[in-house]
């Protein structure tokens, strides 16, 4: 005998304001910017209206901003170029969570400007 059962997806607006503000955890402890909002996608992506969604923008964010910021450190060696693109991302890296938790309070879908699209 087959079972077929719906699981209802919850709306949670407040978790997707969590997880886009959990990556500020990179400028507060030097890490876990990626690793939370990665375990929470994970976890809460079939369950939680969204969640998929924001949950890939994130994870995409914070992997554009680590391969930016490598690739900035032999422009600092290079040309000096690098320490204003480090700044520059970092600057990105707190104002972006912060609009886009707002958004995901208001029901709005992500927007990460110049994130590179790794998971689709």
Not at 36 to 57: C, R, S
Not at 70 to 88: E, H, Q, T
Request: hydrophobic share 55%.
């Amino acid at each position: 005998m087959e079972s077929n059962y719906y699981i209802a997806m919850r709306k949670d607006n407040q978790l997707l304001v969590v997880t886009h503000l959990c990556q500020l955890l990179t400028c507060i402890t030097g890490f876990g910017g990626l690793i939370v909002p990665l375990i929470l996608w994970a976890t809460q992506k079939d369950k939680v209206e969204g969640m998929n969604a924001h949950g890939k923008a994130i994870i995409n964010f914070q992997l554009s901003v680590i391969l930016f910021s490598i690739l900035s450190i032999p422009l600092i060696l290079l040309f000096g170029l690098g320490i204003l693109a480090l700044i520059f991302i970092g600057l990105f890296s707190i104002i972006f969570p912060i609009i886009n938790a707002i958004k995901a309070s208001n029901g709005e879908l992500p927007s990460y400007p110049l994130s590179l699209n790794f998971v689709s």
